[in-house]
């Protein structure tokens, strides 16, 4: 009941597509879902976050699209670039932990 | 403001030694959180302090510690090293404990070699 099931686990577009990472999860206590990007030698860093009231959040090309009767939770990356390439995590926050996805190696080719 | 400072970059130590890796928040938050970061298993947690207080813990054997000192640097200890001990370890920071909607600021990690 506390994962989060994160998929695909790898995954390579054609610069200018439009990459979806999808997470799922069970637990409905779960009231805060974030996306981290994380570059090679670096730490993961907060990219967009959206709480279960609201069905979408934007910023810049970045799109989360929450469905919570599916308990279901995706992350778009429009007009996607090869700076773009990196390690993304989904994760759910409860009101003591927060449970990360496995994560999603996302290749932007040129 | 000065990130997550995370020390040392690298460490090789040969398997039964013990290792302590330190983490310095950014200023102001009281949180510290640790995660073990391998190629297959993503980003493990091990353990948060919040207030000098371990507030959680992973599903990390007993070789692995932490402590949270009053300014809320943190260190975290392992104890007769394995091979599979080796990994990317990462401090994260945050204004309050994890699971109140907040956000965690990464170190770079300490990436670990064991030998």
């Known amino acids: 009941q506390q994962q989060v099931k994160q998929s695909p686990q790898s995954l390579i577009v054609q610069k200018g597509g439009i990459p979806i990472i999808n997470c799922a999860y069970e637990n409905t206590a779960f009231d805060y879902f974030p996306w981290y990007q994380q570059f090679p030698g670096k730490g993961p860093a907060l990219l967009i976050a959206i709480r279960p009231d609201v069905s979408e959040k934007k910023e810049g090309r970045f799109t989360i699209s929450f469905n919570k009767s599916a308990k279901q939770f995706s992350l778009h990356i429009m007009d996607s670039q090869p700076g773009d390439s990196a390690t993304y995590f989904c994760a759910a926050d409860s009101n003591y932990q927060l449970i990360w996805g496995a994560g999603t190696k996302l290749i932007i080719k040129p | 403001k000065a990130g997550v400072t995370q020390t040392p970059r690298y460490l090789i130590k040969t398997r039964g030694q013990q290792v302590t890796l330190s983490c310095s928040p950014i200023s102001g938050h009281r949180s510290v959180s640790w995660y073990q970061q391998t190629p297959g298993q993503g980003l493990q947690f091990l353990f948060e302090y919040f207030s000098e207080t371990q507030r959680n813990k992973g599903n990390f054997p007993g070789r692995f510690s932490g402590r949270q000192f009053s300014n809320s640097r943190s260190e975290m200890n392992v104890s007769t090293l394995e091979l599979g001990d080796s990994a990317l370890y990462l401090c994260?920071?945050?204004?309050?404990?994890?699971?109140?909607?907040?956000?965690?600021?990464f170190g770079q990690g300490t990436r670990l070699t064991v030998v």
């Open positions: 994260a920071s945050s204004l309050g404990t994890l699971g109140m909607n907040t956000e965690a600021f």
